[in-house]
């Protein structure tokens, strides 16, 4: 089985692409979807004892929680000790799921991949990627942010040029989604014929 690992900056179409993959079949494992379940239920009586009064009705309140550890990078190591474990759990869920299907591929749907080190655990990346013009009149066009708030997450990411340079595919969404179905069924006969490369 090989695992692509899929990223963009935000407004790049990831999302869109991540869902077209699973309508050609692949298996995706939404990193983001995956945090917010654990947020839902499992996750949330220890985030509780370790921040409390940041849930509710056994849920974590994603604002409260942000707000209490967005300053402070020691309240951000801690919740990442309490979240990684569970998501490394729900992975291999996953991965042990797609095996017993057969799945010749599967897909890591993982915003901050590069940022995170996470290339090294999958066997090609495909980046997403469009216009910086296109990013932004989509992110804008959402009506959640304003342009300092885009600009602020932008600076944190990886610029797009380098991720582009650092992946084994590009997905350009600039033209619709077509030439991205075309792209993707490109992409999965070329990444059966590669090497596996995880660590």
């Known amino acids: 089985m090989r695992i692509l690992g899929l990223t963009g900056s935000i407004g790049m179409g990831k999302s869109t692409t991540a869902k077209l993959f699973a309508e050609a079949g692949v298996p995706v494992y939404d990193a983001d979807a995956a945090v917010h379940q654990l947020y839902e239920g499992e996750a949330a009586p220890a985030i509780e004892a370790a921040f409390p009064g940041t849930t509710a009705h056994g849920r974590v309140d994603r604002q409260k929680l942000s707000a209490r550890v967005v300053h402070d990078p020691a309240a951000i ?10 998501l490394g759990a729900s992975r291999q869920k996953f991965f042990a799921d797609a095996e017993a299907a057969k799945a010749p591929v599967v897909v890591l749907d993982i915003p901050l991949l590069f940022e995170t080190g996470g290339e090294k655990r999958v066997d090609a990346v495909v980046v ?72």
């Open 77 to 86: 190591k801690q919740l990442e000790q309490i979240v990684h474990p569970m």
């Open 128 to 199: 997403v990627s469009t216009s910086p013009e296109l990013q932004r009149e989509r992110v804008l066009a959402r009506g959640t942010m304003d342009e300092a708030k885009l600009e602020a997450i932008i600076a944190k990411q990886m610029p797009d040029a380098e991720k582009r340079k650092r992946a084994d595919f590009v997905v350009d969404t600039s033209h619709g989604l077509e030439p991205v179905r075309a792209q993707i069924t490109h992409i999965l006969a070329e990444v059966v014929k590669m090497p596996q490369r995880r660590a």
